[in-house]
């Protein structure tokens, strides 16, 4: 079983950063993609950012491109969204995922419980 645990939630004014960070429990975080979504109160659950197994390609939505970065750390089996110049419309929940094969075009199979953004204007 795997379990993910994002941290690094709050409260940030506009303009503001925040990072973001999602522990991975089980073996083998290093051969799976990973990712981060977000669901902001009355809309839909939208994909932020993904992250080949060995950080080799990117994604990101067109809304945050430009200012946020996903990385990660296969050594320490954590995730990571450095969020800069964050808006009022960047506030949702942000959940952590992994994907089910080596890239993010693969389904998704495990989510974390997610960390509220909430951006001050």
């Known amino acids: 079983q795997v379990q993910l645990v994002e941290s690094g939630g709050g409260l940030v004014q506009a303009g503001g950063s925040l990072r973001l960070s999602c522990a991975a429990s089980?073996?083998?975080?290093?051969?799976?993609?990973m990712g981060w979504f977000r669901q902001a109160p009355g809309k839909e659950r939208e994909p932020v950012a993904a992250?080949?197994?060995?950080?080799?390609?990117?994604y990101y939505s067109s809304s945050v491109k430009g200012r946020f970065t996903i990385s990660r750390d296969n050594a320490k089996n954590t995730l990571y969204l450095q969020m800069s110049s964050l808006k009022p419309e960047d506030t949702a929940v942000y959940s952590c995922?992994?994907?089910?094969?080596?890239?993010?075009?693969?389904?998704?199979?495990?989510w974390g419980q997610g960390t509220q953004v909430t951006v001050s204007s």
């Open positions: 992250i080949d197994w060995n950080g080799g390609h990117t």
């Open positions: 089980g073996r083998a975080f290093g051969v799976y993609a």
């Open positions: 995922i992994r994907y089910s094969g080596l890239y993010y075009n693969t389904d998704p199979d495990y």
